[in-house]
């Protein structure tokens, strides 16, 4: 990465004392953006600025979609700089690389890693200013700097008791150089890191005064909505744009590669003028598609060759010396991100620029999509961040940005494209599909010596970044079993196999994909976890007990099942039909364990979620009532796909559109939670997606411990428990 130089522009614009960081090829780098010599060899990233009139103003970066972060980061900072929090104006930051994630290496908000990938940065950035002003007091009280401190946005002479605060000290600070590596603070001298302190994003939503994407309004806007295919890569045959544009309000009607735009003044004209395209398609590409063919492909992928993402012993001499081979197949379908805000951005292009509002997860994807299609570098093209009405992994992806500059760039105005609730959902890039075979070989004692895991996954990177894909291995779709190549996302599993061996085949289906909240570690601890379940009842050892032997080398994840064990007060017997289940994860650098207690109604098939227990060891944990909230929304999003959720194809595409024929978890449906955060010293990491892991296998175990029935397959609807219960 060559190092950046600042603008003139850009520096001109920064005033008072202004703490930057960089990235340079040797890690991220903290500055002042007062320092010439500096500014001239780096473009900083600003994060925080102190005024004279004792203001601190914390810039976020990310994109705040109910994760809390924007809170979280500010909080980092707050503490170690020693400010106020009531001196504190947050605000957040549109496109800008110097934002970039020091782990991702882009300006996204993904992976968990907004606190995790950040979190030593801020630190360090937030002590930096406190050094300096502490020492710009002392060199204006001409006292040594070791009788001076640091307190709420002031600083102390200790022996005087003299006090300046530290909007008086801006012109003095902002001349000192930046200390390289300023001591942090003590663990027991955090401010507000490990309270909880109050999301600030709250009030103005619940005001609704928040700017979301869809409430972006812009002079001389037209609204857009497409026509898309109905079915994988079909084509118009027919289409009347005659009757579209007959509709008061239609201004033009556009064909682009992704379907035909109707432009308006409203968003109604707009959708009035699709309804009168009546668009004739041909039947696409694979017009026998159907949820049925999805899944018999998916089971018949099963005996093909795929490519070996790992392999470690001998699989196959522990297979034949095992005393007993255990095996069994499960299927996990797609699902629909299902975001409460459908997919929506606006584009001004205007010759050699462009600017763009976008509730996205991407600055960094939406610039570079933006710039392919319109032409113009990404410096010419800047994305104004507004608040996201959900995420989970979707707004990364960047099909709707090019979709919508397709559309600007053919127009002399600045364009909304909004998707409709069915665009959004039959248009989506699913939580990839899966169907997987696990043979565990075990010996006489009942100790697994082998593990043979063959995956197939509807392929994530294949859709949006081939060049990922390494050695034929989508490894996005493993997490949980195999860890990627470098960088790791500490997404491996937790359980240790003297001989294992993984095995991955890629769909070759037209249907796209995309990281879900958890990305495949969802599905995939869906899969281990319940036939770790199955393996220790074949063996007939508690379930607990049976993976604490496994996990016998790591203290972390023991930690939380212990945790989580003493919470459920397991081992206690229920009465008929009820059951508990037992699940754990690690992902993004965070432990999770859960017992699901459930009741199941054996006329009708339902089954009912009354209680989840969780236990989470996340490292250092910046807020804790966040970190909570973030857990108890993982558990009910994870509830809501274990029962209900499935995409339903039909002719070559997606029959599913709304939310009366996509349901979901509705608020009489959430159980009861209860969650645990274990003190922990270990590394931080991240919290917004472990949770949503082990709830569904933990669900599938304490159904099978309430009817004595497995079922290896998600959904866990009325009609497969029904099925299932036929077999009993």
Same mark, same amino acid.
């Given at each position: !990465?060559?190092? @950046?130089? !600042? ?5 001109? #614009? ?15 780098? &903290?500055?002042?953006?007062?320092? #010439? ?59 800008? $690389? ?26 360090? *950035? ?5 050094? !300096? ?30 006090? &300046?605060?530290?909007?008086? @000290? ?11 590596? +300023? ?57 009347? /744009? #005659? *009757? ?9 009607? @556009? ?83 299902? @975001? ?10 205007? #010759? ?70 069915? $665009? ?18 075990? $010996? ?24 990922? &894909? ?15 190549? +470098? ?27 995309? +990281? ?51 919470? *459920? ?31 199941? $109604? /054996? ?16 490292? +250092? ?5 966040? *970190?909570?909230?973030?857990? /108890? ?35 009489? /449906? ?40 497995? &079922? ?17």
């Amino acid at each position: !990465m060559k190092d @950046l130089i !600042m603008t003139r522009r850009t520096f001109l #614009k920064t005033t008072g004392f202004v703490i930057a960081i960089t990235l340079t090829p040797f890690g991220p780098k &903290i500055i002042n953006a007062s320092e #010439k010599k500096d500014i001239e060899k780096f473009q900083p990233t600003v994060w925080y600025e102190i005024t004279p009139d004792n203001r601190v103003t914390i810039y976020f970066g990310n994109s705040e979609m109910g994760q809390g972060s924007m809170t979280s980061q500010p909080m980092i900072i707050a503490d170690e700089l020693e400010a106020d929090w009531k001196l504190v104006t947050i605000k957040q930051k549109g496109s800008d $690389d110097a934002f970039r994630n020091p782990i991702l290496r882009a300006q996204i908000t993904v992976a968990s890693a907004s606190i995790r990938g950040f979190y030593d940065v801020l630190r360090k *950035a937030g002590a930096a200013g406190r050094v !300096m002003l502490v020492k710009a007091a002392s060199d204006l009280w001409k006292v040594p700097e070791e009788e001076c401190f640091a307190k709420l946005s002031t600083v102390i002479h200790k022996k005087s008791g003299k006090k &300046i605060t530290y909007g008086k @000290l801006v012109p003095y600070a902002s001349k000192l150089p930046v200390p390289e590596n +300023p001591p942090l603070k003590d663990e027991k001298e955090f401010r507000y890191m490990g309270k909880s302190i109050r999301r600030v994003d709250i009030p103005d939503k619940v005001e609704g005064k928040a700017i979301f994407g869809l409430d972006v309004e812009v002079p001389n806007m037209l609204y857009a909505v497409v026509a898309h295919p109905p079915a994988y890569n079909a084509k118009p045959l027919l289409y009347d /744009e #005659k *009757a579209a544009m007959a509709i008061k309000g239609v201004k033009k009607v @556009l064909k682009i590669p992704q379907g035909i735009a109707v432009l308006a003044d409203d968003f109604y004209s707009a959708y009035k003028g699709v309804e009168a395209l009546n668009v004739k398609w041909d039947e696409g590409s694979h017009p026998h598609m159907d949820s049925p063919y999805v899944e018999k492909y998916f089971m018949e992928c099963l005996d093909k060759p795929g490519v070996v993402a790992k392999n470690e012993g001998d699989i196959q001499r522990a297979l034949s010396e095992a005393k007993s081979v255990y095996e069994a197949i499960y299927y996990v379908p797609h699902i629909s991100h299902a @975001l409460m805000e459908p997919i929506n951005i606006t584009v001004h292009f205007q #010759k050699d620029k462009c600017e763009i509002w976008a509730p996205t997860q991407s600055q960094t994807g939406t610039r570079m999509a933006a710039s392919r299609v319109l032409g113009i570098p990404p410096e010419k093209i800047h994305v104004n961040t507004t608040f996201l009405g959900c995420g989970l992994g979707r707004k990364a992806m960047t099909d709707y940005v090019i979709e919508a500059c397709e559309i600007a760039k053919q127009v002399d105005r600045p364009i909304k494209l909004v998707w409709t609730r069915e $665009d959004d959902i039959k248009r989506d890039w699913f939580r990839a599909a899966t169907c997987q075979r696990i043979k565990a070989a075990l $010996d006489g004692a009942g100790n697994v010596i082998g593990w043979h895991h063959k995956v197939v996954c509807t392929s994530i990177l294949r859709f949006y970044n081939p060049a990922a &894909i390494k050695n034929g291995v989508d490894y996005f779709c493993l997490w949980g079993i195999v860890d990627s190549p +470098p960088p790791p996302v500490f997404s491996s599993t937790v359980y240790e196999f003297p001989n294992f061996y993984v095995e991955q085949y890629l769909s070759e289906l037209p249907i796209p994909a995309a +990281p879900w909240r958890s990305v495949q570690n969802a599905p995939n601890a869906f899969v281990v976890e319940c036939f770790i379940d199955e393996l220790a009842h074949f063996v007939k050892k508690d379930p607990i007990e049976f993976r604490m032997h496994l996990l016998r080398n790591n203290p972390r994840a023991r930690a939380v099942l212990e945790a989580v064990k003493e919470m *459920a007060g397991w081992g206690r017997k229920l009465p008929k039909g009820k059951g508990i289940g037992i699940a754990q994860h690690s992902c993004f650098g965070t432990y999770v364990a859960q017992v699901a207690e459930i009741s199941v $109604d /054996e006329k009708t098939g339902s089954i009912r979620v009354e209680k989840v227990c969780c236990a989470v060891d996340c490292g +250092p944990c910046v807020n804790p009532q966040n *970190a909570v909230s973030q857990i /108890e929304g993982a558990i009910v999003l994870g509830v809501s796909t274990a029962l209900k959720e499935e995409i339903v194809f039909e002719k070559g595409g997606v029959k599913s559109s709304n939310f009366d024929d996509y349901r979901i978890i509705r608020m009489s /449906e959430v159980p009861e939670i209860k969650v645990k955060i274990l003190d922990s010293k270990e590394k931080i990491g991240g919290i917004g997606e472990p949770g949503v892991t082990p709830v569904a296998p933990a669900i599938a175990n304490a159904f099978f411990n309430a009817t004595g029935v497995r &079922i290896r397959r998600l959904p866990l609807s009325p009609k497969v428990v029904l099925e299932a219960l036929k077999k009993k």
